[in-house]
C-alpha cells in the first residue's frame, strides 16, 4: 500500500492550493478519504473526511467553506482543494485511506 500527497507549497494569504493523494495497492473505492493537518508544536487535526460513496463530505469548522474534499475513483486518487488560505493553515498535510498514511506535504501560507 503506497499513499503520495503533492500539491504543497508557499501560497500568500488569500490563495489556493490543491492536493492531491495518490494511492496504490488498496481498494480505494471502498474506504473513506481523510485528510489532516499538524502544525509545527501542534497537535494532529482532522481537516475533512469524504465518504467511500461519495456522497457525503465533512469538515472540521476551521476550514469550513473555504476547503472541498473530492476523490476520483478510477484515478484512486483523493483531493484537497484549500482556498481563502491563512496563515493558521500553514502544516503538514496528510491523507489516510483504510488505515493507511501518505508522508505528508507541507503548506506554508504567507501573510
Known amino acids: 500500500v503506497r499513499l503520495v500527497e503533492s500539491g504543497g507549497g508557499l501560497v500568500q494569504a488569500g490563495g489556493s492550493l490543491r492536493l492531491s493523494c495518490a494511492t496504490s495497492?488498496?481498494?480505494?473505492?471502498?474506504?473513506?478519504v481523510s485528510w489532516f493537518r499538524q502544525g509545527q508544536g501542534k497537535q494532529l487535526e482532522w481537516v475533512a473526511t469524504i465518504k467511500y460513496t461519495g456522497s457525503a463530505r465533512h469538515y472540521a469548522d476551521a476550514v469550513k467553506g473555504r476547503f472541498t474534499i473530492s476523490r476520483d475513483d478510477a484515478k484512486r486518487t483523493g483531493y484537497l482543494q484549500m482556498d481563502s488560505l491563512k496563515p493558521e493553515d500553514t502544516a503538514v498535510y496528510s491523507c489516510?485511506?483504510?488505515?493507511?498514511w501518505g508522508q505528508g506535504t507541507q503548506v506554508t501560507v504567507s501573510s
Open positions: 495497492g488498496i481498494a480505494f473505492s471502498s474506504f473513506d
Open positions: 489516510a485511506v483504510g488505515g493507511n
